[in-house]
Protein backbone atom coordinates (compact mmCIF):
# COMPACT_ATOMS: atom_id res chain seq x y z
CA UNK A 1 0.00 0.00 0.00
CA UNK A 2 3.21 2.06 1.11
CA UNK A 3 4.89 1.41 -2.14
CA UNK A 4 1.66 1.91 -4.00
CA UNK A 5 1.05 5.99 -2.72
CA UNK A 6 4.52 6.97 -3.72
CA UNK A 7 5.25 5.54 -7.50
CA UNK A 8 1.80 6.79 -8.43
CA UNK A 9 2.05 10.07 -7.34
CA UNK A 10 5.56 10.88 -8.58
CA UNK A 11 8.22 9.19 -6.64
CA UNK A 12 11.36 9.04 -8.65
CA UNK A 13 12.48 6.35 -7.03
CA UNK A 14 11.06 3.92 -4.32
CA UNK A 15 13.71 1.29 -2.77
CA UNK A 16 11.77 -1.92 -0.49
CA UNK A 17 13.74 -3.97 1.48
CA UNK A 18 12.33 -7.45 3.13
CA UNK A 19 13.04 -10.77 3.94
CA UNK A 20 11.26 -12.44 1.49
CA UNK A 21 12.00 -12.24 -1.98
CA UNK A 22 8.84 -13.52 -3.32
CA UNK A 23 7.12 -10.49 -1.90
CA UNK A 24 9.32 -7.96 -2.89
CA UNK A 25 8.80 -8.48 -6.46
CA UNK A 26 5.60 -8.21 -6.35
CA UNK A 27 5.46 -5.57 -5.11
CA UNK A 28 8.15 -4.00 -7.26
CA UNK A 29 5.80 -4.62 -10.29
CA UNK A 30 3.63 -1.81 -9.55
CA UNK A 31 6.14 0.11 -11.09
CA UNK A 32 10.27 0.35 -12.75
CA UNK A 33 10.38 3.20 -10.32
CA UNK A 34 10.48 0.69 -7.36
CA UNK A 35 13.73 -1.00 -6.44
CA UNK A 36 13.30 -4.06 -4.35
CA UNK A 37 16.95 -5.29 -2.04
CA UNK A 38 16.52 -8.35 -0.13
CA UNK A 39 17.48 -7.55 3.76
CA UNK A 40 16.52 -8.42 7.53
CA UNK A 41 15.50 -5.29 9.60
CA UNK A 42 17.01 -7.86 12.56
CA UNK A 43 20.27 -7.62 11.41
CA UNK A 44 22.79 -4.36 12.04
CA UNK A 45 24.89 -5.97 8.67
CA UNK A 46 21.99 -6.47 6.43
CA UNK A 47 20.84 -2.76 6.94
CA UNK A 48 24.31 -1.41 6.46
CA UNK A 49 24.09 -3.42 3.38
CA UNK A 50 21.06 -2.13 2.29
CA UNK A 51 22.23 1.24 3.50
CA UNK A 52 25.21 1.19 1.27
CA UNK A 53 23.52 -0.34 -2.00
CA UNK A 54 21.30 3.26 -2.02
CA UNK A 55 24.06 5.27 -1.26
CA UNK A 56 26.41 3.89 -5.00
CA UNK A 57 23.11 4.18 -6.87
CA UNK A 58 21.33 6.89 -5.73
CA UNK A 59 23.41 8.65 -3.07
CA UNK A 60 20.89 10.20 -0.94
CA UNK A 61 17.22 9.46 0.55
CA UNK A 62 14.07 11.68 1.16
CA UNK A 63 12.18 9.32 3.55
CA UNK A 64 12.63 6.16 5.35
CA UNK A 65 9.78 4.13 6.38
CA UNK A 66 10.29 1.35 9.01
CA UNK A 67 7.58 -0.77 8.68
CA UNK A 68 8.18 -4.73 9.44
CA UNK A 69 6.17 -6.15 12.22
CA UNK A 70 5.94 -9.23 14.03
CA UNK A 71 3.15 -10.65 16.32
CA UNK A 72 3.80 -13.56 18.96
CA UNK A 73 1.10 -16.43 19.32
CA UNK A 74 -1.28 -14.97 21.48
CA UNK A 75 -1.75 -15.70 25.10
CA UNK A 76 -5.47 -17.13 25.29
CA UNK A 77 -7.12 -16.20 28.37
CA UNK A 78 -7.72 -13.34 30.23
CA UNK A 79 -7.35 -12.50 33.70
CA UNK A 80 -11.28 -12.13 33.98
CA UNK A 81 -11.69 -15.53 33.13
CA UNK A 82 -8.99 -17.81 34.97
CA UNK A 83 -8.13 -18.56 37.98
CA UNK A 84 -4.39 -16.54 39.35
CA UNK A 85 -2.93 -19.75 39.19
CA UNK A 86 -4.31 -20.31 35.80
CA UNK A 87 -3.31 -17.07 34.24
CA UNK A 88 0.47 -17.21 35.70
CA UNK A 89 0.82 -20.99 34.50
CA UNK A 90 -0.14 -20.09 31.10
CA UNK A 91 2.02 -16.88 30.76
CA UNK A 92 5.05 -18.57 31.81
CA UNK A 93 4.03 -20.91 29.00
CA UNK A 94 5.06 -18.37 26.46
CA UNK A 95 8.96 -18.42 24.93
CA UNK A 96 11.23 -15.50 26.09
CA UNK A 97 12.57 -15.82 22.59
CA UNK A 98 9.22 -14.79 21.23
CA UNK A 99 9.11 -11.59 23.34
CA UNK A 100 12.52 -10.95 21.89
CA UNK A 101 11.93 -11.31 18.45
CA UNK A 102 8.83 -8.93 19.23
CA UNK A 103 10.67 -6.04 20.64
CA UNK A 104 13.60 -6.85 17.69
CA UNK A 105 11.56 -6.41 14.83
CA UNK A 106 8.89 -3.98 16.54
CA UNK A 107 11.13 -1.88 18.46
CA UNK A 108 15.24 -2.39 18.21
CA UNK A 109 14.89 -2.69 14.73
CA UNK A 110 13.13 0.71 14.19
CA UNK A 111 16.47 2.24 15.93
CA UNK A 112 19.07 0.89 13.84
CA UNK A 113 17.18 1.32 10.31
CA UNK A 114 16.84 4.87 11.21
CA UNK A 115 20.74 4.97 12.28
CA UNK A 116 22.08 3.10 9.23
CA UNK A 117 20.31 5.63 7.11
CA UNK A 118 20.78 8.42 8.98
CA UNK A 119 23.34 10.24 6.40
CA UNK A 120 21.70 9.30 3.63
CA UNK A 121 18.71 10.90 5.25
CA UNK A 122 21.12 13.88 5.79
CA UNK A 123 22.29 14.08 2.01
CA UNK A 124 18.55 14.16 1.24
CA UNK A 125 18.71 17.51 3.06
CA UNK A 126 21.72 18.63 1.23
CA UNK A 127 20.39 17.38 -1.98
CA UNK A 128 17.33 19.98 -1.58
CA UNK A 129 15.39 18.61 -4.25
CA UNK A 130 12.21 18.61 -2.03
CA UNK A 131 11.58 22.51 -1.61
CA UNK A 132 10.27 23.18 1.64
CA UNK A 133 10.23 19.84 3.10
CA UNK A 134 12.51 18.47 5.37
CA UNK A 135 13.79 14.68 5.34
CA UNK A 136 12.09 12.25 7.42
CA UNK A 137 11.92 9.25 9.42
CA UNK A 138 7.93 7.56 9.15
CA UNK A 139 7.52 4.51 11.03
CA UNK A 140 4.66 2.07 11.65
CA UNK A 141 3.43 1.72 15.15
CA UNK A 142 -0.07 0.47 16.25
CA UNK A 143 -3.07 1.65 17.78
CA UNK A 144 -2.12 -1.68 20.20
CA UNK A 145 0.66 0.71 21.62
CA UNK A 146 -2.18 2.66 23.53
CA UNK A 147 -4.10 0.34 25.81
CA UNK A 148 -3.81 0.25 29.22
CA UNK A 149 -5.86 -3.29 29.63
CA UNK A 150 -4.81 -5.12 26.27
CA UNK A 151 -7.36 -8.18 25.99
CA UNK A 152 -4.50 -10.23 25.67
CA UNK A 153 -0.92 -8.91 27.69
CA UNK A 154 1.92 -9.75 25.75
CA UNK A 155 4.98 -8.47 23.62
CA UNK A 156 3.23 -7.27 21.04
CA UNK A 157 1.01 -4.14 22.74
CA UNK A 158 4.21 -3.47 24.95
CA UNK A 159 6.25 -3.41 21.64
CA UNK A 160 3.99 -0.95 19.88
CA UNK A 161 4.14 1.28 22.93
CA UNK A 162 7.48 1.31 23.10
CA UNK A 163 7.73 1.64 19.42
CA UNK A 164 5.59 5.21 20.01
CA UNK A 165 7.77 6.59 22.40
CA UNK A 166 10.65 5.59 20.66
CA UNK A 167 9.94 8.00 17.88
CA UNK A 168 9.13 10.83 20.37
CA UNK A 169 12.78 10.52 21.33
CA UNK A 170 14.23 10.29 17.72
CA UNK A 171 12.10 13.86 16.81
CA UNK A 172 13.66 15.96 19.57
CA UNK A 173 17.02 13.83 19.23
CA UNK A 174 17.18 14.06 15.16
CA UNK A 175 15.95 17.97 15.44
CA UNK A 176 20.00 19.02 14.86
CA UNK A 177 20.07 17.62 12.46
CA UNK A 178 16.96 18.65 10.29
CA UNK A 179 15.61 14.65 10.29
CA UNK A 180 11.87 14.45 11.54
CA UNK A 181 10.24 11.50 12.63
CA UNK A 182 6.62 10.53 12.91
CA UNK A 183 4.17 7.55 12.94
CA UNK A 184 1.18 6.22 12.21
CA UNK A 185 -0.75 4.16 14.39
CA UNK A 186 -3.13 2.20 12.47
CA UNK A 187 -5.84 0.23 13.39
CA UNK A 188 -6.65 -3.21 11.33
CA UNK A 189 -5.89 -2.81 7.90
CA UNK A 190 -5.58 -6.36 5.58
CA UNK A 191 -2.03 -8.32 6.70
CA UNK A 192 -0.79 -11.27 7.08
CA UNK A 193 -0.39 -10.19 10.42
CA UNK A 194 -3.50 -8.84 11.36
CA UNK A 195 -5.63 -11.95 9.86
CA UNK A 196 -6.84 -13.59 13.30
CA UNK A 197 -8.19 -10.48 14.63
CA UNK A 198 -9.77 -9.97 11.09
CA UNK A 199 -11.38 -12.58 11.20
CA UNK A 200 -13.46 -11.99 14.32
CA UNK A 201 -16.60 -10.51 13.63
CA UNK A 202 -16.72 -9.89 10.01
CA UNK A 203 -18.88 -10.62 7.69
CA UNK A 204 -17.61 -14.24 5.95
CA UNK A 205 -20.17 -13.01 2.82
CA UNK A 206 -19.09 -9.52 1.91
CA UNK A 207 -15.89 -7.78 1.30
CA UNK A 208 -14.42 -6.35 5.04
CA UNK A 209 -13.58 -3.10 3.28
CA UNK A 210 -17.14 -2.29 2.25
CA UNK A 211 -19.21 -0.31 5.27
CA UNK A 212 -20.94 -2.69 6.81
CA UNK A 213 -18.94 -5.45 7.16
CA UNK A 214 -18.52 -5.32 10.92
CA UNK A 215 -20.84 -4.39 13.99
CA UNK A 216 -20.23 -0.85 15.01
CA UNK A 217 -19.44 -2.46 18.07
CA UNK A 218 -16.23 -3.91 16.87
CA UNK A 219 -15.38 -0.70 14.33
CA UNK A 220 -17.52 2.17 13.94
CA UNK A 221 -16.23 3.23 10.36
CA UNK A 222 -18.10 -0.28 10.34
CA UNK A 223 -15.29 -1.79 8.01
CA UNK A 224 -11.46 -2.35 7.45
CA UNK A 225 -8.84 0.35 6.38
CA UNK A 226 -8.59 0.62 3.30
CA UNK A 227 -5.78 1.30 0.57
CA UNK A 228 -7.01 4.78 -0.30
CA UNK A 229 -6.65 5.19 3.86
CA UNK A 230 -3.00 4.15 3.49
CA UNK A 231 -2.31 6.29 0.73
CA UNK A 232 -3.65 9.71 1.64
CA UNK A 233 -2.29 9.40 4.94
CA UNK A 234 1.23 8.60 3.80
CA UNK A 235 0.86 11.12 1.23
CA UNK A 236 -0.40 13.96 3.60
CA UNK A 237 2.52 13.03 5.55
CA UNK A 238 5.25 12.76 3.24
CA UNK A 239 4.27 15.99 1.03
CA UNK A 240 4.95 19.73 1.69
CA UNK A 241 1.54 19.89 3.07
CA UNK A 242 2.74 17.34 6.20
CA UNK A 243 6.31 19.41 6.41
CA UNK A 244 5.20 20.88 9.54
CA UNK A 245 5.13 17.61 11.89
CA UNK A 246 7.89 16.40 14.11
CA UNK A 247 7.19 13.67 16.86
CA UNK A 248 3.52 13.39 15.93
CA UNK A 249 1.56 10.02 15.71
CA UNK A 250 -1.37 9.96 13.27
CA UNK A 251 -3.67 7.20 14.61
CA UNK A 252 -6.04 5.52 11.67
CA UNK A 253 -8.25 3.15 12.60
CA UNK A 254 -11.67 3.97 11.69
CA UNK A 255 -12.33 4.88 15.63
CA UNK A 256 -11.63 1.73 17.11
CA UNK A 257 -9.40 2.59 19.68
CA UNK A 258 -12.49 4.62 21.12
CA UNK A 259 -13.99 0.91 22.13
CA UNK A 260 -10.98 -0.33 23.73
CA UNK A 261 -10.95 -0.67 27.66
CA UNK A 262 -8.55 1.77 29.36
CA UNK A 263 -7.65 3.37 26.12
CA UNK A 264 -5.93 6.88 26.55
Known sequence: ??????????????YITGRRKE??????????????????????????????????E????????????????????????????????????????????????NSTSVYFTAMAFLTLLDAGN????APGRRSQILVTSSIAGYLRNPANLGAYPASKAATTHLVKHLSGTLAPYHIRANAIAPGLF????????????GSSDRDLSEEGAYDY???PATRLGRTDDIVGTMLYMSSRAGAYLNGVINVIDGGRIGLMNGTY
Do not use: H
Open 190 to 201: PSELAAGLIAQG
Open 217 to 219: SFI
Open 126 to 129: KKDN
Open 23 to 56: KLEEAAKLSSNVTPIVGDVNSKESLLQVAEQIRR
Open 1 to 14: MMTKAFVQNGAAKV
Open 58 to 105: TGYINLLCANSGYMPPALGVKTTDVSIEEYASKALEQKTEDWNTTFAT
